[in-house]
């Protein structure tokens, strides 16, 4: 009696979709840098990868877990100075220690830090838990200037990260040098938490975000499964730390301050934080946000802010979940139906933004900037603060775009609809089949 060998030896497919995203997430690592040559682009790519470690690692308590942090900077921000001590004990010959595992020891400092107050801060869950976080989050800020042997005081502690011998030629120097090694550590730590979610601990964490009842029910207790998670993320931020301190070589009271943790909380949600790609989008678009956003207009907070609040009232699973919806339209082939909509959404939204955009300039340097003169640079036109045509051409462009914008957004809803019935319909068949 013969046995076939598909019996014997069973083939299970790899799973390509998965190889090939992981492959281009690696190929757009290495290739960012020659496509983006300028010092400001290499620059923000490098804080770009940093950005992604510590929205990753947030998202592992808020997204993945259900933690509400107010002080996660606490824990990238212990990790920076720590590793920026170690730059300096290794450059003055007190620790033998190359530059590239700086950052390890900034995430082992994370890790430390979120054992040490994570056994505290996680014993409670929802809002508690929130202002727990939050009243850690001020007094570590306030001992960064209060202890100055430390924290360096308001002028922080600085670094050299050029120390001995260059090895194959990397010295560290070179910043394009500095953005290979973070992301490498990028990759390496997205993979890591991408792993965490597939992992018993880190099923047993999304249950307990959605019912902890039950899940002491069966034997698990929410409490040691919240802190280990959130000793893990310690590790990661701390590691987003580490690459801080070598990046940048100067590390301040900023990095703990709740404005730093404000930040990670907002684009995290920004980016979707049901996604686990979410938090990268996020990461992006905090730096975009900062250093580009920041240069175009003084009001850029006030930008930052309207888009999150129209994000959590219209949109409140991100970025992510707007492009997740839109790939499910595409793969059944009824996107060709809506490009037309978007077409219009996005020309009318243009002229709203624009007249808001000058609205806002006008009165934000009408307040603040007017003993600098009258005038305001915007979109390459120059607007008068003290002439009515300016204002009242502001006012009608705004009203034009939104006027336009809700019959062009009714519009488009009423397709959409139409489209998610034929989706629904062509299910149907297909499961009647």
């Known amino acids: 009696m013969s046995v076939s060998r598909t019996a014997c030896y069973p083939f299970k497919p790899h799973k390509v979709g998965r190889w090939l995203v ?11 840098p020659l496509v983006f040559t300028s010092g400001l682009s290499r620059t923000m790519l490098s804080q770009m990868g940093i950005a992604i470690v510590a929205c990753l ?21 212990l990790g920076a100075y720590v590793a920026i001590h170690a730059l300096n004990a290794a450059a003055g010959g007190r620790l033998d220690i190359p530059v590239s595992l700086i950052p390890l020891v900034g995430a082992v400092a994370g890790m430390v830090f979120a054992v040490l107050l994570g056994f505290v801060t996680t014993r409670k869950a929802g809002t508690p838990f929130a202002m727990i976080t939050l009243g850690i989050g ?5 001992a960064s200037l209060m202890v100055p042997e430390f924290f360096g005081g308001e002028a922080g502690v600085a670094g050299n990260r050029v120390i001995g011998q260059a090895v194959a030629g990397i010295s560290f120097g070179p910043q394009i040098q500095v ?15 991408f792993a ?4 018993p601990l880190g099923r047993m964490l999304e249950a307990v975000r959605d019912n902890p009842e039950r899940v002491e029910f ?6 040691r499964v919240r802190y280990f998670a959130f000793v893990i993320a310690g590790f990661f931020a701390g590691l987003s730390g580490g690459l801080y301190a070598i990046n940048f070589e100067i590390v301040t009271a900023e990095v703990v301050g709740a404005a730093r943790s404000g930040a990670y909380l907002l684009f995290t949600f920004l980016g979707g934080a049901t996604v686990f790609f979410g938090p990268i989008i996020g990461a992006v678009l905090m ?3 900062f250093v580009l956003l920041s240069e175009l207009t003084q009001a850029w907070l006030l930008y930052l802010g309207l888009v999150f609040l129209l994000m959590v009232m219209y949109a409140p699973g991100g970025v992510a979940s707007l492009i997740l919806m839109n790939l499910r339209v595409a793969a059944l082939g009824k996107l060709r139906t809506l490009w037309v909509s978007y077409l219009a959404l996005a020309g009318t939204a243009l002229v709203l933004l624009a007249g808001a955009g000058a609205i806002i300039d ?10 600098i003169g009258s005038t305001v640079p915007f979109l390459g036109a120059t607007l008068d603060v003290t002439s009515l045509d300016s204002w009242f051409g502001a006012g009608w462009v705004l009203l034009t775009g939104l006027g336009l914008f809700e019959i062009t957004r009714r519009e488009f809803v009423r397709q959409w609809g139409v489209v998610q019935d034929e989706i629904d319909q062509d299910l149907q068949r297909k499961e009647a089949s």
């Open 22 to 32: 992981w492959g281009l997430f690696a190929l757009v690592l290495l290739a960012a």
């Open 196 to 199: 965490f979610t597939r992992t």
């Open 179 to 193: 953005y290979y090694l973070i992301a490498l550590y990028t990759f390496i730590a997205t993979a890591a938490m």
């Open 362 to 371: 006008m009165t934000y340097h009408l307040q603040l900037g007017a003993a």
């Open 57 to 77: 690692s947030y998202n592992m308590l808020l997204g993945q877990g259900g933690m509400l942090s107010f002080g996660h900077a606490v824990y990238t921000g």
């Open 218 to 223: 069966i034997g698990y207790n929410p409490q």
């Open 287 to 289: 730096v975009i946000a």
């Open 138 to 142: 001020e007094l570590v800020f306030a």
